[in-house]
Structures are given as structure tokens and as C-alpha cells.
């Protein structure tokens, strides 16, 4: 099994900056590719930010030029660095981690699995 685990989130005023962080573990061997979603109050959950293992990333058009998503492969770790925050940011961040193969038998076979955190609080509010 693999779990993810965010943190990072809280309250920041309008224009500020916060970095969430998210660590995926269990018995992993390959994970294609890590991003953020995030869901507002009343809202579908929302693509953020996503990169790939071959350093492709995707950015919702709300938050590009302000949001930077890292990843470091070694360590199964994905960030995700908000600046000049806007109260339309406020919601649920939740990291996910898609085409997951715990070994690389599984990996061979095609065998993958995506996987949700639990969630972190970002509420941008003066």
C-alpha cells in the first residue's frame, strides 16, 4: 500500500506565500507522475499543478506564473510553491500520485495504481 502526506497548508494574508509539501511512501517503485488538486467549499476538485517523471508539468491557467511544482524523485517527495496569493486559492490541497508501481515486476506488467493524501487547509483571507 502507499500513502501520501501533505503539509504545509494554513492561513495566509492575500500576497503571501506558502509551500506545501507532499511525502508518498510504502513499498514503491516507480511513480509516473505527482501533482495538487485542490476543492473549494461547494466546488469540484481541481487540477493545480502536475509533473511527470520526464519533467512534463501542467498548471490550471489561475495559477500560472504564480505556483511552482518541484518534485524530487529519489525520495518520493512533490512540492508545490504558492505565491502572491489570492482568496480564490483558499480550499482543500490534496497531492496525488498516478500510475504507481509498487515493484518492478508490477511495473513490467502495466501494473498501476493512482493514490489521493488526506488533504491540507489553505485559506487565504486577510
Known amino acids: 500500500q502507499v500513502q501520501l502526506v501533505e503539509s504545509g497548508g494554513g492561513l495566509v494574508p492575500p500576497g503571501g506565500s506558502l509551500r506545501l509539501s507532499c511525502a508518498a511512501s510504502?513499498?514503491?517503485?516507480?511513480?509516473?507522475?505527482m501533482g495538487w488538486f485542490r476543492q473549494a467549499p461547494g466546488e469540484q476538485r481541481e487540477l493545480v499543478a502536475k509533473?511527470?517523471?520526464?519533467?512534463?508539468?501542467d498548471y490550471a491557467d489561475s495559477v500560472k506564473d504564480r505556483f511552482t511544482i518541484s518534485r524530487d524523485r529519489d525520495s518520493n517527495m512533490v512540492y508545490l510553491q504558492m505565491n502572491n496569493l489570492k482568496p480564490e486559492d483558499t480550499g482543500v490541497y490534496y497531492c496525488?500520485?498516478?500510475?504507481?508501481?509498487?515493484?518492478?515486476?508490477?511495473?513490467?506488467?502495466?501494473?498501476?495504481?493512482?493514490?489521493w493524501g488526506q488533504g491540507t487547509q489553505v485559506t487565504v483571507s486577510s
Open positions: 510504502g513499498t514503491i517503485f516507480s511513480i509516473h507522475t
Open positions: 496525488r500520485a498516478e500510475h504507481v508501481s509498487t515493484t518492478r515486476l508490477a511495473y513490467s506488467r502495466g501494473e498501476e495504481t493512482d493514490y
Open positions: 509533473l511527470t517523471i520526464a519533467g512534463v508539468t
